[in-house]
């Protein structure tokens, strides 16, 4: 069984920045893609970003040249997802995501909050 907590969400004025953070932990062996997802009340969760098997990253339009994934150097199961030139239509609830055989592992999320 996989373990994802997230951390790093808040308020923060629009044009700002944060940064959140995922780790995975317990049968963490053969992970495939690690990746954020966000969701605002009444819609679907939606895909933001994610680093793809064989090193590859892959955004959603609305976040790209904004927003940038990444894994930490030591712990591979650690990743992050930086987020600059934050827009109020980004408050969401944000989600990390551990693919690992076909069966995907969601955290609890944190709460993402741009102000006008």
């Known amino acids: 069984q996989v373990h994802v907590v997230e951390s790093g969400g808040g308020l923060v004025q629009a044009g700002g920045s944060l940064r959140l953070s995922c780790a995975a932990s317990?049968?963490?062996?053969?992970?495939?893609?690690m990746g954020w997802y966000r969701q605002t009340p009444g819609k679907q969760r939606e895909l933001v970003a994610a680093l793809t098997t064989g090193g590859g990253t892959n955004y959603t339009d609305s976040v790209k040249g904004r927003f940038t994934i990444s894994r930490d150097n030591a712990k591979n199961t650690v990743v992050y997802l930086q987020m600059n030139s934050l827009k109020p239509e980004d408050t969401a609830v944000y989600y990390c995501?551990?693919?690992?055989?076909?069966?995907?592992?969601w955290g609890q999320g944190t709460q993402v909050t741009v102000s006008k």
């Open positions: 317990g049968s963490i062996f053969s992970i495939n893609n």
């Open positions: 995501n551990v693919l690992r055989f076909g069966r995907m592992n």
